[in-house]
Structures are given as C-alpha cells and as structure tokens.
C-alpha cells in the first residue's frame, strides 16, 4: 500500500507539472506497457494529417472565340437603265425581262430599245431587228414610227423599217414599195388592209 501511495503521490506531482505520460507511468501502478502505449498514441495525434491533394485548379476557361466582325452591308446594285419604246419597263415588264434574260443566258445591257408587240420584233433604238421574242409581251408603250433610225417610207406595223431590213425583205417578196404593212407573230406578211401575201417564217425556214 505504501508504494502504490507511493505511486500515487508521485503521480500528482507529475500531474501538476505537466508531465502526463509520468503521472500515466505511475496512475497504471508502475505498469511500463502503459507508459508505452501512450507514447504512441501520444505520437499518432502528433504526426499532422496527411495534407489532402492540392486541389488542381480550374482549367482556364475556353476563351470566347473572337467574334466575327458583321459582314459589309452589301451594296445594291446600281439601278438599270433600260428604256423600251422611250419608257422604262414597269414592274411587270421587268418580270418578263428578268424570265428572258433567264431563258437566254444573259441580261440585257442597259439602253434604249424598240419592241413591236404585233409580231415580237426587238431591237436597240436606231437599229434593224435585233431578235424575235415572244408577241404580245408587256414590255413598252405604243410603238414609235421612227425607232429603227434612216427611213425608207416603208412601215410595217407602224414602224419605218431599217434599210438593211427593207433588203433582206425586197430579197424575201421581191420589189418593196413604200407604204403600209403588216407582220403577225405567225409570219404573215402583207399590205395593210388585204389578205397576207406571204409567211416570212416559211421563207426564212422557222
């Protein structure tokens, strides 16, 4: 008894100055497994946590892509210029020209042009017959007397023929005298007023 007292007095005293794992040594009655086994206890709450991973850092994030800068107003085009029978072509006439240029590949260049709606003869404005389009077509006002430049004193359908065209219709009919004539858009041809005297397409071989 008197030594566990003994141990006991000692164990306070260790107590008192802080030092616990003495006072543990002599509260287990001497028992050296004891002081031991708080030794390494005393060293696992010692020993720091193993520090957790670095946290990886947040990819940069992915850059916007420039944005592309607005595309050039597109400009229009400049307005044609296009005069048929001395008026510019109405809505509708620009449709119809606009499915012509289609059919034939190309677009009309801007300029003054005639159109005799009776038979489909088209031209520039001073010049023979350029080509024949369709008849009856909405491309112009009336036909002017004097769109195909020199005269010849010989109109068909109102129109002073070309010189080069009163040849190649003297050539066709023979003789051409001045005066009134008419075309249809089927090729008939004659003197205003009398039976058609001739169709210019089976002549000419369309």
């Not at 670095?54 to 990819?59: E, G, L, M, W």
């Not at 769109?147 to 002073?160: A, E, I, K, L, M």
């Amino acid at each position: 008894m008197a030594r566990r007292r003994d141990w006991s007095s000692k164990m306070f005293q260790h107590m008192r100055r802080g030092k616990y794992d003495r006072a543990l040594y002599y509260a287990a009655g001497g028992d050296p497994d004891a002081l031991l086994a708080y030794h390494r206890a005393k060293h696992r709450t010692a020993t720091p946590p193993t520090a957790d991973p670095t946290p990886t850092a947040d990819p940069t994030p992915t850059a916007d892509p420039t944005p592309t800068a607005d595309p050039a107003p597109q400009v229009p085009p400049p307005p044609r210029r296009v005069f048929i029978n001395g008026t510019p072509p109405s809505d509708e006439a620009w449709v119809v020209i606009h499915r012509l240029e289609q059919t034939a590949g190309s677009v009309l260049p801007d300029g003054t042009y005639w159109y005799d709606a009776a038979c489909g003869a088209f031209g520039r404005w001073g010049e023979p017959t350029w080509v024949f389009l369709p008849a009856f077509l909405p491309l112009g006002g009336p036909l002017p007397p004097h769109c195909s430049g020199p005269t010849t004193n010989v109109f068909v359908n109102g129109r002073d023929i070309h010189p080069r065209e009163w040849q190649q219709l003297a050539l066709l009919v023979g003789q051409l005298m001045p005066g009134l004539y008419a075309l249809d858009a089927m090729g008939h041809f004659g003197v205003v007023g009398q039976p058609p005297a001739i169709n210019l397409r089976m002549l000419m071989g369309f």
